[in-house]
């Protein structure tokens, strides 16, 4: 049987049925189960087709919509947020002469810690009672009540923020480090001849250089964040009143704590367009710094 397939296919061909049996099969099951009513209570419901009726529900349900929103807006400002800071972390540390290597060392701890961790520990940080923020707050004097972070929803989702930034502006500064430190120095030392200021130098010379490595850990990241989970699920769950509530926190509640397995699929494969759509953004975003740094340099 095996002599008619040629070697590579018969060597490749475990890998072809485990990937095959751990991914293909369950995103083709749950593809399918996006076009049925299926609930886990009731297992009989996998076989009736429903056509779109899921899809058609999601986009004109206001708890969705405003999940789907409350996702871009938190994908955005974190992205530019972790962008921000990392290009400076990346700056201090590549002008460092001395200590660089642990400097390095140090600023890749946050990305050690998982997520649930993380979500643990600004919990304790932003809790109103006996969290390390308001008491410091209530110290300096600036001040007197304590600030309900986890419960007014404005604050809940900017302590969201706070948290993903700070577990994953490390991507974006060691990507941008390593840009800095691949960069050739010539074009840098050119431009102060000519009289550049650092600003000029930085905007026309040094960054364009960066972006795309800047673009790189902004695909990265786009991915880390609009499947944005376990820090949410442990900080909020959702709450107040859904005001924090994601994408992926809401299939989950649909899923899990409603049975509704069919109508999280169909939430979960409109997530993941989301997904691909940002992807597909930065993508050509990095063409784009390439192609323009063939022409410059």
Do not use: H
């Amino acid at each position: 049987m095996f002599k008619k397939i040629p070697t590579p296919i018969v060597l490749l061909l475990p890998a072809i049925i485990v990937l095959a049996a751990v991914v293909l099969v369950p995103l083709l099951l749950s593809l399918y189960s996006s076009f049925t009513p299926f609930r886990l209570t009731r297992p009989q419901t996998l076989f009736v087709f429903v056509g779109l009726r899921n899809y058609v529900r999601i986009l004109t349900d206001p708890v969705f919509l405003a999940a789907f929103v409350r996702t871009v807006v938190l994908l955005t400002i974190a992205l530019n947020l972790e962008m921000l800071l990392g290009l400076g972390l990346a700056l201090l540390v590549n002008r460092a002469t001395m200590g660089q290597r642990l400097l390095r060392t140090m600023m890749m701890f946050p990305m050690m810690f998982s997520p649930v961790l993380v979500g643990f520990q600004f919990k304790f940080m932003f809790n109103d009672n006996v969290g390390l923020i308001n008491n410091a707050l209530q110290a300096l004097g600036l001040t007197d009540t304590a600030i309900p972070w986890l419960i007014d929803g404005n604050l809940a989702l900017f302590s969201i923020v706070v948290a993903e930034v700070w577990s994953s502006t490390a991507v974006f500064a060691i990507l941008i480090l390593s840009g800095l430190l691949a960069m050739p120095q010539e074009p840098v030392e050119a431009a102060r001849v000519d009289g550049c200021t650092p600003w000029q130098t930085f905007r026309y010379v040094i960054w364009p250089f960066l972006m795309p490595f800047a673009f790189i850990a902004m695909t990265i990241r786009s991915l880390d964040v609009a499947r944005a989970y376990d820090i949410v699920k442990i900080m909020t769950d959702g709450g107040p009143a859904r005001r924090t509530e994601l994408l992926w926190t809401l299939v989950g509640r649909t899923a899990y704590a409603d049975a509704q397995m069919g109508l999280a699929n169909a939430m979960a494969y409109v997530s993941i367009i989301l997904s691909i759509a940002f992807t597909v953004y930065f993508f050509r975003k990095l063409a784009l710094a390439r192609t323009q740094i063939g022409a410059e340099w």
